[in-house]
């Protein structure tokens, strides 16, 4: 699946969104650099999408109880 | 031979000798440390009542008979990252300076103690490991000791500068995408990033722990071999802890790279970079007689998935902190941090996967090899406060590609050692020397070879 780039707009609102969901205060100050670094980790994240991936890459972590 | 140019093992033999006292050598150690550490800022903290009061301990031990190990009297020191008993672990936050003490030493502390050595004190670092820097706003940044203008690399930045300025023999540091590799190649000295799982974390504050490793510093392959055996063994406590034995490096290292098949890595490792950082894996390919190169699959996508999950898992590390008090977090990390815990879980998710993938398919690459060179960093240290870089025409972030070439490497969790090379410029440079998954025996051997033949060497700095 390849990821549809997003607008600096568009996580600003997610930021602002999930921010206050998560009960995060963000001064604003440190918004356009948050939106910056979540543009650059959308950017690597859109990059692992494919190819895709086998079942033997699944990396549910092992429990041990 | 004096105190002060000694190394770990070569202490050990003359403490438990009788020859020289533990207390002698701690007291020499914490001397150098009070003349000289002002210079490159290495210590955070100094716990020299404790030092001294285990020296005595050691010295005891060898009068009444006993051997204390192979480590006995060596002083040591450890980023600030790792339990000492009584103090505050800083993690390189000045926001955790009000914590509780540390109620016990982390278990690489303990192991180290056990064969002897003694903690003298706690290092520098990039605030809660996440920097290749050691450029820290609160307890300033480390300098390289070749060059007090410059960086000493990070985020283990004070393990390094502490040992290539001989204030210790030998240190503890952790590395999460180079952060042992990166400082160890700034400050010329040599470094381990054993396999992922092998080594404990008990005790240490991890970023991330999906990612974290801890490892040692020394001047010379036999001393970081030492002090790699000494912290090996199983940890239940550590989930990440592999049930595996401990096989010691040591034993291993006269044999050298006889009957070894070594190759260059190239592909992602010719990427960008300064042309004496190539002319550095060349001189160490040349002597281990190393003339092919070869492609490891998957490096763009390993460091991109590292990227990814450093910034996520370490981002929702320090939700609670980010919700209590943001202003107090490193200003040069608490951006990335906010970023990291507000992004989508399937990136983490898909990281993840990658991971496996790339190391099903990468580690094929030693179905024909045994070991791997490639550089450490792309560019020697550069000067404190540098931003961007220039590298092949393009203009790129300085400190984030500083680990260009690490962060790959331990993605796939693969033993390196870092080898330092000397002479090519007038700074140090760094060549990794990758092996497979549990080889670090493969590494070492390697580092002693060229070692032995003079390529990689570790001539003190100048502090003073």
């Known amino acids: 699946m390849k ?50 991936l086998d079942v033997v890459d699944e990396s549910a972590a092992v429990f041990r109880p | 031979m004096t105190i002060a140019a000694a190394g770990a093992l070569e202490i050990g033999r003359r403490v438990r000798s009788g020859e020289w006292s533990a207390a002698a050598v701690t007291a020499a150690a914490l001397a150098r440390i009070e003349a000289h550490d ?38 040591f020191a450890v980023k600030n990252l790792f339990d000492l008993a009584g103090e505050v672990t800083l993690a390189g936050s000045a926001s955790r300076r009000s914590s509780p003490p540390a109620r016990r030493d982390a278990t690489a502390v303990v192991r180290l103690r056990a064969a002897g050595a003694i903690p003298v ?3 520098n670092m990039d605030a809660y490991a996440y920097g290749f820097t050691t450029e820290n706003t609160h307890f300033g940044p480390t300098r390289n000791p070749h060059d007090r203008a410059r960086i000493a690399g990070g985020s283990s930045g004070g393990s390094a500068a502490a040992v290539a300025a001989g204030l210790v023999p030998i240190s503890l540091g952790t590395d999460t995408n180079g952060s042992i590799r990166v400082p160890a190649a700034l400050c010329g000295i040599f470094g381990l990033k054993p396999t992922y799982g092998r080594l404990s974390r008990v005790g240490a504050h991890l970023f991330v722990g999906s990612l974290d490793h801890i490892g040692p ?134 990281s993840h996967r990658v991971r496996r993938q790339v190391a099903r ?39 984030p590609n500083l680990g260009l070439f690490t962060q790959p490497v331990s993605f796939v969790g ?40 003079g390529v990689a060497a570790v001539p003190v700095a100048g502090a003073s």
Do not use: K
Not at chain 1, 18 to 35: E, K, N, Q
Not at chain 2, 52 to 69: I, L, N, Y
Not at chain 2, 361 to 366: G, I, K, Q
Not at chain 2, 374 to 399: C, D, F, K, S, Y
């Open chain 1, 3 to 52: 990821a549809v780039p997003r607008s600096s707009e568009q996580w600003g609102r997610w930021i602002d969104e999930t921010a206050a969901l998560l009960d995060l205060p963000l001064d604003p100050s440190h918004r356009a650099g948050v939106i910056a670094n979540l543009q650059r980790l959308a950017e690597l994240a859109a990059s692992l999408e494919d190819p895709a």
């Open chain 2, 38 to 75: 002002g210079r490159i800022n290495a210590f955070t903290s100094v716990i020299a009542e404790r030092a001294v009061r285990e020296a005595a301990a050691v010295d005891a031990a060898v009068a009444r008979g006993e051997d204390p190990g192979p480590l006995a009297g060596v002083p």
């Open chain 2, 121 to 123: 004190g706690a290092l």
């Open chain 2, 217 to 350: 510093f020394a001047r010379s392959v036999a001393d970081l071999a030492a002090s790699y055996d000494a912290i090996q063994g199983p940890d239940p406590s550590d989930v990440a802890c592999a049930q595996r034995p401990i096989e010691p490096a040591s034993l291993e290292l006269a044999r050298g790279a006889e009957g070894l098949r070594i190759a260059v890595a190239g592909g992602w490792f010719a990427g960008p970079q300064q042309p004496e950082v190539r002319l550095a894996v060349e001189r160490v390919a040349t002597a281990l007689g190393a003339s092919a190169e070869v492609d490891v699959p998957g490096m763009a996508r390993a460091r991109a998935a590292a990227f990814v999950m450093t910034g996520i898992e370490g981002g929702l590390l320090h939700l609670p902190e980010l919700r209590r008090d943001a202003a107090g977090i490193e200003p040069l990390i608490v951006e990335r941090l906010l970023a990291g815990a507000l992004a989508p879980a399937h990136w983490l998710w898909q």
């Open chain 2, 361 to 399: 398919e990468a580690r094929e690459v030693f179905r024909r090899w045994d070991v791997l060179l490639a550089p450490a960093t792309p560019i020697p240290a550069q000067p404190i406060g540098t931003e961007w870089v220039t590298l092949g025409g393009e203009r790129m972030l300085a400190r």
């Open chain 2, 414 to 453: 693969w033993p390196v050692a870092v080898v330092p090379v000397h002479g090519i410029g007038p700074l140090p440079l760094g060549v990794q020397v990758i092996a497979a998954p549990w080889r670090e025996d493969l590494c070492l051997r390697v580092a002693a070879q060229l070692e032995s033949l």
